[in-house]
C-alpha cells in the first residue's frame, strides 16, 4: 500500500467522498494528526513561511533588539 496526501478544495470534499465511496475496499482515509491536535495547524503554517519570505526578501519592518526593549519598557510603564 502506498500514502499519498490530497489536497482537496472545501467544496469539493463531499464529492470526492462520494467518487471513492466505490474504492472503499481498497482506499483508506485519515485524518491529518496536525488538523486533530490544531484545527489551525496548516493556516498557522502558510502564514509563517510567508513571514519568513517577507523577512528574507527585506519587505518586512524590523526593529533593533534595543528598539524592542525600549518600546516594551515604555509599555510597562503606562500601566503604572
Do not use: C, G
Amino acid at each position: 500500500m502506498q500514502t499519498l496526501i490530497v489536497n482537496i478544495e472545501d467544496n469539493f470534499v463531499q464529492d470526492f467522498l462520494t467518487i471513492i465511496e466505490h474504492y472503499k475496499d481498497k482506499v483508506q482515509l485519515q485524518k491529518d494528526e496536525n488538523l486533530i491536535n490544531d484545527p489551525y495547524f496548516y493556516a498557522r503554517q502558510k502564514q509563517l513561511e510567508e513571514d519568513l519570505k517577507e523577512v528574507e526578501d527585506n519587505r518586512a519592518e524590523m526593529i533593533s533588539h534595543n528598539e524592542l526593549w525600549k518600546n516594551i519598557n515604555s509599555y510597562l510603564e503606562t500601566l503604572n
